[in-house]
């Protein structure tokens, strides 16, 4: 957005940053396993061409210090960081009406003006620390996953903790069981797992991919998920159990988002469809972990299959197998408090030298809420989405004139592969400013009912699908107290794509201007 904003419109732009650096969540992510769940050659920009053919990835999924080392390389060779200020944290923004302008303040004291106010906040950066009793009377150390130490943390003779079974625990809890001397692992919520299957790249695919990179982002930019996968066309109930148990291992053996996105198209939308995917995941569970008992523990049987986020393993299950890994269900046995020497449940006391909270984010509205940003009126966001977000195509809201908020909640963005949805609207915020310019427009603002018919549009397309039945962040579910509002678009990357496209080619139809 910033070489954007700066080397095609030839605007002045500042970007504020908490961090000491560039990386966003790869930044703040850095527990051990953190790597991508994407092929690393789509999860990248594609706006230059050149650095599309210049940079190598090493593996399938790229480690989180390799993603560090590309972000730091798009930043130092488009010359970023002379605009942006590291170390600020943006505590609010305002909007003026007199001078049609955002005022934004920073906890390290800055006071700035702009036209333009751009939340690139990312939907996952406001983690979620729940409130356990006693946690300030701990004596051993505490790490969330999404605020990890930069020198890393050595585990070596430690008895760890780890809360939490969601993506994160699923990537860090086999490293930390390599390194520790005990690892009990503290489970609310089983989780569907599938293989990543990461490796080394075959350097003649690379090349052939690179010489076809214009068609894959073209296929990439049009797909659903942004990925390329597509859902296969038929009704898992029409396949035959042999049909399907081949089709299944053959996404099995292929590993990544394939057995999530690339499944039979029904999966998401028929409960029964959708239990022969999950039974074949359950039974893959069974062979995998040794004692029955655990297994049944492992196995999820509350919510259907990909409602939640589908976590890719590297011998997560495995690791369960292990002497030093005991898993604890706080179903069973709710956590009560932390006490200084560990985590207390209602039949015992676990003794841990080190907790690790893998519990999470306050997903897509947290990182935005937590600003004070007042529209109109002094309207405060978080008040006006107090029974959940409302926005029109999930990058603009009705009473903040000139704000625009990247892969906000009621655009595809988590239900996307990132960078493509990134660049999205990136290109298409671009476009808006160049036609602001263009017509000498001050202020460009969602109308209220163009925003209602596409808030209610976003919670129609979910409500057809299985994905508001599990509790997952995706509605707010892990946060107590945060309204049950599904909040990313599920109509699909390329579709949402050329609704966007559409609606600025008419002229930014459900906007208002004011010259
Ligand atoms: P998450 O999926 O929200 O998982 C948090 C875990 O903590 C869940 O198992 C949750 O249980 C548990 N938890 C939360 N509060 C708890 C409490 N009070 N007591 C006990 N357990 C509690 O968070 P995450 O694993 O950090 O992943 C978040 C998202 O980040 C992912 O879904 C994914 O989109 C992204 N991510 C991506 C990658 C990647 O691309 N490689 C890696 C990691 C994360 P419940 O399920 O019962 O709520």
């Known amino acids: 957005m910033l070489h954007s904003l700066r080397d095609k419109l030839g605007l002045s732009a500042r970007v504020y940053e908490t961090g000491n650096g560039v990386g966003g969540t790869w930044y703040w ?6 790597r991508c769940d994407t092929d690393s050659y789509i999860y990248c920009y594609t706006f230059d061409k050149q650095l599309l053919q210049e940079w190598e990835w090493t ?4 480690e989180q210090p390799e993603i560090l080392r590309y972000l730091n390389h798009v930043a130092d060779r488009f010359d970023l960081r002379k605009d942006i200020r590291f170390n600020a944290c943006v505590t609010e923004a305002s909007f003026d009406e007199k001078a049609n302008r955002w005022t934004i303040l920073t906890a390290e004291g800055d006071v700035v003006t702009a036209k333009y106010f751009i939340a690139a906040v990312g939907c996952l950066s406001s983690s979620n620390l729940p409130k356990f009793k006693g946690l300030e009377t701990y004596k051993g150390k505490h790490y969330h996953t999404g605020q990890w130490p930069h020198g890393g943390i050595d585990f070596t003779a430690k008895r760890v903790g780890i809360i939490g079974t969601g993506a994160s625990a699923v990537q860090a809890i086999p490293e930390i069981a390599q390194q520790a001397k005990h690892l009990t692992v503290f489970q ?54 042999e049909e399907r148990e081949r089709v299944f291992n053959e996404m099995w053996d292929q590993g990544g988002f394939n057995f999530w996105l690339a499944n039979y198209q029904d999966m998401l939308f028929n409960k029964e469809a959708n239990e022969v995917c999950a039974e074949f995941l359950r039974r893959k569970i069974r062979e995998t972990v040794k004692d029955p008992v655990l297994a049944e523990k492992l196995i999820p049987k509350t919510y259907p299959y990909g409602t939640k986020r589908q976590p890719l393993d590297t011998n997560y299950f495995e690791t369960f197998n292990k002497p030093n890994v005991l898993l604890v269900d706080v179903n069973e046995t709710p956590i009560e408090e932390i ?12 003794e841990c030298d080190i907790i690790v909270f893998a519990t999470g984010f306050d997903a897509m509205t947290g990182p935005l809420t937590k600003i004070n940003i007042r529209g109109r009126g002094g309207q405060l966001l978080s008040q006006k989405w107090s029974d959940g977000p409302h926005s ?10 000139n704000m625009f ?53 976003v919670a129609e397309l979910a409500n057809a699908s ?14 107590p107290g ?3 509002v599904f909040m990313p678009y599920l109509g699909g990357v390329g579709p949402y794509r050329q609704k966007c496209d559409d609606i600025a080619a008419k002229g930014y139809e459900g906007f208002t201007f004011a010259a």
């Open 29 to 34: 992510n850095r527990y051990p396993g953190a």
């Open 59 to 62: 593996e399938r999924y790229p």
């Open 188 to 241: 609310r919520t089983p989780n569907f797992c599938v293989p990543a299957r990461n490796g080394k790249i075959d350097p003649a695919v690379v090349n052939t991919r690179k010489a076809d990179y214009d068609a894959i982002c073209e296929r990439v930019r049009n797909s659903y998920f942004g990925y390329e996968l597509s859902f296969i066309e038929k009704s898992a109930l029409e396949a035959s159990p």
């Open 339 to 350: 006490t200084p020497k560990g985590i207390r449940t209602s039949d015992r006391e676990y």
């Open 392 to 401: 029109y195509l999930g990058v603009a809201v009705a009473g903040f004139p």
């Open 405 to 457: 908020t990247i892969t906000g909640p009621g655009s595809p963005s988590v239900l996307s592969n990132m960078p493509v949805s990134i660049e999205q609207h990136v290109e298409w915020i671009t476009g808006c400013l160049e036609h602001m310019r263009k017509h000498g427009i001050a202020t460009m603002e969602a109308r209220a009912d163009a925003e209602m018919q596409w808030t209610e549009h």
């Open 466 to 479: 299985l994905l508001p039945t599990a509790n997952s962040w995706y509605l707010g579910a892990n946060i």
């Open 482 to 484: 945060k309204p049950r």
